[in-house]
Nanobody, 123 residues
Framework: QVQLVESGGGLVQPGGSLRLSCAASTFYFNDYAIGWFRQAPGKEREGVSCISYSGGSTQYADSVKGRFTISRDNAKKTVYLQMNSLTPEDTAVYYC????????????????WGQGTQVTVSS
């Protein structure tokens, strides 16, 4: 089991930026793909982005392509989600989750989840 802690959420104006962090507490962090998901009130959880265990493969939802960038620092056991050009539609609780090695379109491989961090985009 991997323990994950998200941070970096907050209130930002439309067009602004935030960087989310997902810190892991596991010796084997390098074995895990990390995904970012979000859930807005009254909406289903959706996948936002994912990065493979090596960082060699990344995925993005169409809604965030060109605006969000995922990266990882294995030495710090941390994955980042840089979010630019934020819109009110990006308002949600953002969660990171861990899956062995590779990203997946299904949430089933993601067995460990963080507690979430709130992102609110509003003027």
């Amino acid at each position: 089991q991997v323990q994950l802690v998200e941070s970096g959420g907050g209130l930002v104006q439309p067009g602004g930026s935030l960087r989310l962090s997902c810190a892991a507490s596991t010796f084997y962090f390098n074995d895990y793909a990390i995904g970012w998901f979000r859930q807005a009130p009254g909406k289903e959880r959706e996948g936002v982005s994912c990065i493979s265990y090596s960082g060699g493969s990344t995925q993005y939802a169409d809604s965030v392509k060109g605006r969000f960038t995922i990266s990882r620092d294995n030495a710090k056991k941390t994955v980042y989600l840089q979010m630019n050009s934020l819109t009110p539609e990006d308002t949600a609780v953002y969660y990171c989750a861990a899956a062995k090695y590779f990203c997946s379109a299904s949430v089933r491989p993601f067995g460990s989840w963080g507690q979430g961090t709130q992102v609110t985009v509003s003027s």
